[in-house]
C-alpha cells in the first residue's frame, strides 16, 4: 500500500500515521504564489497544529505531523518564502523511518530535504560533495555546507551515514539563499 497525501482537490488525510513499512506520498501542488522573493517567511499557514511552521497547505503540514508522531528523530519543514511548491515527498517508517520532500522554486530553483535513516552505508556514501565551504545551520542543528560541483548546487550535511541523519541540497539558488533557507528549516512539534 502507497498512500498519496492530497493536493487541495482530494480529501484530507486521516492523521493518523501509516503503518510501518507504508509509503505515504506528497504529489506536486500548484505554487502557493508567482512572486519570487529571498526573504524567508512561510508562504502559507493553514493549521495551528505543531507543522503550524512549515510552508503550504493544510494537508502539506499534516504530512510532517504524521511523520514526526511517528518516528523518534527531529523531523524539520520547509519555511518558504513566495514563489515555492510542493514537488513531492515520501516517508517512510521502516528501519527507523525516513522522509524525503521536494520543492520548486522561482526561476527553476530546487529545494530538496532528506531526513531519517535515508544513508547509512558510511561517510563517504552519504555526503557526495565537490568542495567543503564550512558550517551552515539545519534549523536548529549545525551542519557541513558544501558544494555539490561547479554551478551544481549546494549541501548541508548534519550526522551524515548515521541514524537519523539530515541533508538538505539546493539547485538553482545563490549560496546565500540556499544557507537562509537552511537556517529557517522549522522542527514540527515545537
Do not use: N
Amino acid at each position: 500500500m502507497s498512500p498519496t497525501l492530497p493536493t487541495s482537490d482530494s480529501p484530507a488525510p486521516t492523521g493518523t500515521p501509516a503503518p510501518t513499512g507504508t509509503s505515504p506520498t506528497l504529489p506536486p501542488t500548484p505554487p502557493l504564489t508567482a512572486s519570487p522573493t529571498t526573504s524567508v517567511a512561510p508562504s502559507a499557514t493553514a493549521s495551528g497544529g505543531p507543522a503550524a511552521a512549515c510552508s503550504g497547505k493544510l494537508e502539506q503540514q499534516q504530512f510532517f505531523e504524521a511523520i514526526a508522531a511517528a518516528v523518534a528523530w527531529d523531523v524539520y519543514c520547509a519555511v518558504l518564502p513566495a514563489g515555492w511548491s510542493v514537488e513531492g515527498g515520501t516517508y517512510h517508517l521502516a528501519d527507523g523511518g525516513r522522509m524525503q520532500i521536494s520543492y520548486t522554486g522561482p526561476g527553476g530553483a530546487r529545494f530538496e530535504l532528506q531526513e531519517g535513516s535515508f544513508c547509512t552505508a558510511g561517510l563517504s556514501a552519504c555526503e557526495p560533495h565537490d568542495q567543503v565551504l564550512g558550517s551552515a545551520a539545519y534549523g536548529d542543528r549545525q551542519g557541513g555546507l558544501m558544494t555539490l560541483g561547479p554551478g551544481l548546487g549546494f549541501a548541508v550535511y548534519v550526522d551524515p551515514g548515521q541514524r537519523p541523519a539530515w541533508q538538505a541540497l539546493g539547485t538553482g539558488l545563490d549560496q546565500a539563499t540556499f544557507v537562509q533557507l537552511c537556517a529557517a528549516l522549522a522542527k514540527v512539534g515545537t
